[in-house]
């Protein structure tokens, strides 16, 4: 079998290392040793980005906010998703992310960084979000593990009270959370709940494997 390969590695200041590998025609990004985004299976970030889209196509200047480029694809979803007058902003925390997504990776999800509609903000997505007041009709995050995070990342705060009171400030009214999840944590549901969200839980199956990822769907009232 083809071993993997090396491209290339980027400290993350604080939480360790990305790597980026290549395997014939798969491309895996790791974290400290741990998959953290691979080519071979995009089935539930591309869900995330439809279901966080719906009814965004023919909104006239409709904007949103990803959290996390990783491989581009819940980015090209997003974009097949909406319409000629949406903004796309994508916020990566990893420089090299940014640069792997127009170099060795472009390919993968259709270049969707050339896309005039998407902008990338290389800055924490927990800052971004902190600064923003009724901006966006949609934020999707995928940065880690989800709510069960365990991926080391400084995340965990987008998925307190605190955090996601946040978020939904940063909402438009009536806009959507969409929160890529690893695991199911049934405890998630409630606190969505409790800060007013319209909340659902959908799962989606990983192709060629019994796993299941797990997305958090909230609507603001
Ligand atoms: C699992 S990958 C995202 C996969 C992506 N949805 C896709 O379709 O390829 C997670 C990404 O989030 C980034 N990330 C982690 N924490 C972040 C943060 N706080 N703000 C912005 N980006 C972050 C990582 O560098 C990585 O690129």
Redesign the pocket.
Known sequence: MTPWQLLDRAL?PGYGE?TLHQRGAYFV?R?DGAE??GSHD?GS??L?ASLACEGLATKPDARVL????????????TLDALGPTATVEV????AA?VKWNRGPLAHL?GHPLDDVRAHVIE????E?IRAARGHYDAIML???NGPDTTAG???PG?YSEAGLKRIIRALRPGGTIAI?AASETPAFIDAMRAVGLRAECVRARQRGTSNRHVLWMGRVR
């Open positions: 993350v990305l990004i974290h953290l985004m995009h970030e591309d995330l990803i959290g996390g480029l990783g491989l581009g694809y819940t980015l090209r979803a916020s990566e925390l990893v992310t999800a800055r924490d997505v927990v971004v995928d940065v880690d990342w400084g995340n987008l890529w």
